[in-house]
């Protein structure tokens, strides 16, 4: 089976589907569009063999941007719950800081089956159950995917001027880019990749404490005994219904598993954290069709900033496939969503100014950065020293060295600043403060530490190349940054 087009997207998820709604829309359906997934339609989007795992929660604004940008609306089944925002607690639950604002509950099998509809309106042609294995290359630049239809095994070709890579974390396109290029092609999974996993549960109430379960917030709980290198949630889908799970960095696991002299999995340690939620009884896999399918399930989620470069002759990366979500919370689909609109803007004006090699599609790294991706390096650091921290001393520095401001910066999905760390005149004259440090002066020296490697993180990310010729300066001087902070916190 041949076809030939103007942009094939690899993926079906929420970056290759919005993605694709992009460039018909920016087009005003003048370009063609085709859009392949390894699901059948009924399973559109699915990640894995165990379903469409996630934590389902996106902020109102990421999602509302996308809808305004491409005029599609949510809502009723793929929106089931919506919530005020995202708590952050202390591993001893006696700190809480509001990580995010308004969001929404997705129901991850259901939003595609949403997508389609618009992909349909939109002229997007969807390929379904085919399995895209290689690139096509011809004189150093893509132009175009091979694979398979699953039902038959007939081998299929789709010829194009640009190809997008939205086919997951997991993405053998990316890996196996068969031309030269700047993209990165592995991530260095013992550091960068969690392993994460959680159950969509019915329960019952057992009692009011709010630190385990409210139905109007999405909770996390940062605990290294529970998730050594990463962070347990409990986000609400209704009264009575919630995501729950937890990830982890295996290294991190491992490490813990000695200490302790035990042998826990990633598996053993969701159900111990559904089985010491105070809040519900009678906990089970939610019922109903909405859910079947997708009640259980584990995958792998990267935790970098993203892919230093996203562009190549005839081919970009998106979503989780260019390391997209935020390495502090791994949130990948607000990312996803607000770079599917960026890139169908620089896909629609490369093809139609009939320049889609690496110079032409190069304005979707700067705009990306500009836009979202100019932070992600600073979370990155910020993550790796959290990473290190046993549960007190989380607890201490929340407790003693987060200040109003820093829980604005978060709000704002900014780097906190730690200003009571580094406000010269605020040392000198708060001596409850001056005592706390000298409790912890290697915490409070670490954290006033990633605040100042964030400031030069970021004021790197706004000298990003406007065109690839200054890169392999821009990116030494990323990487002796980042070294730094590596070797501190290894
Ligand atoms: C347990 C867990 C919890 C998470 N919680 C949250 C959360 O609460 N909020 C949040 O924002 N993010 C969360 N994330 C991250 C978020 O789910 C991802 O960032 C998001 O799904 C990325 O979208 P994507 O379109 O890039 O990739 P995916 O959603 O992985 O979609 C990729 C699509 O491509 C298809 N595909 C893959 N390979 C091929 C191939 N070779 N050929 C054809 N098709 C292919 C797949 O079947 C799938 O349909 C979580 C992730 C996990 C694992």
Known sequence: MEYECDVVVVGGGPAGSHTAMAVAKFSNQNLRVILVDRNPP??????????????????????DTVCNSLNISYSYPEIEHEVDGVLVYSPDHEVKVLFDGEGYMLNRKLWPQKQREYLERFGVEVLYQIDARTLLSENGRIVGVAGLRLSDQTPVRVRARVVVDASGSASVLRAHIPIDTLIEREIDKENDMEATGRYILDFERAGDDETWFDPRYCIIHLDQYLAPGGYCWVFPKGESKMNVGLGVQRKALERRNRAYGK??????????????????????????????????????????????????????????AAWMPRPIDAGGMGPALYASVILGKVLVEAVESNDTSEDGLWKYNVDYVHAYGYQMASFE??????????????????????????????????????PRLSNLIRLLTDGELRSRIRQEPQLARNLKFTADKSRKLIKLYMEYPEMKGGFQDWVKRLRRELNEAYQRFS
């Open 42 to 63: 009924g399973e559109f989007g699915k990640k894995t063999r165990r379903g469409w795992s996630c934590g389902d929660a996106v902020s109102k604004r990421s999602l």
């Open 381 to 418: 650091v910020l993550r790796r020293y959290l990473q290190t921290l046993p549960n007190e001393k989380i607890d201490f520095g929340m407790r003693y060295f987060l200040s109003q401001d820093d829980i604005e910066s978060i709000k704002r999905r900014e780097h906190p600043r730690f």
């Open 263 to 320: 042998e826990d999995t990633l598996v053993s340690l969701i159900d111990e954290y559904v089985r010491r939620n105070k809040a519900i009884r009678n906990a089970r896999l939610a019922a109903g069709s909405q859910d079947s399918g997708n009640e259980y399930s584990t995958w792998q989620v990267p935790v970098r900033r993203q892919n230093d470069c996203m562009v190549a002759n005839g081919f970009v990366i998106i979503g989780d």
